[in-house]
């Protein structure tokens, strides 16, 4: 059974910074895609990014294109999410998840979820 653990959400002004990790446990964590999704409170779950487990390729919501950029470092087992240019929309609780299926940019994609971390935007 995977174990992911996300760390690094915070309370930040807009047009800060943040860079939130996930932590998996197992020993094929490099044979996966890994993904963020974000919940705001009275909103559904989103697709944030993911990035492949080939080359690293990436994909991002058109919501946080150009301003969020994900990554991965295999050897560690972790993957990342920097958030530059945070506004008050950024505000909610971020979950990393593992993926086993296509499309990427669907929850049900994913088997196995971190906790999540809340990440608050002040305006």
């Known amino acids: 059974q995977v174990q992911l653990v996300e760390s690094g959400g915070g309370l930040v002004q807009a047009g800060g910074s943040l860079r939130l990790s996930c932590a998996a446990s197992?020993?094929?964590?490099?044979?996966?895609?890994m993904g963020w999704f974000r919940q705001a409170p009275g909103k559904e779950r989103e697709f944030v990014a993911a990035i492949m487990w080939s080359l690293g390729h990436t994909y991002y919501a058109d919501s946080v294109k150009g301003r969020f950029t994900i990554s991965r470092d295999n050897a560690k087992s972790t993957v990342y999410l920097r958030m530059n240019s945070l506004n008050p929309e950024d505000t909610a609780v971020y979950y990393c998840?593992?993926?086993?299926?296509?499309?990427?940019?669907?929850?049900?994609?994913?088997?196995?979820w971190g906790q999540g971390t809340q990440v608050t935007v002040s305006s």
């Open positions: 998840a593992r993926a086993f299926q296509d499309p990427h940019w669907m929850g049900s994609s994913y088997d196995y």
């Open positions: 197992g020993r094929t964590f490099s044979t996966y895609a």
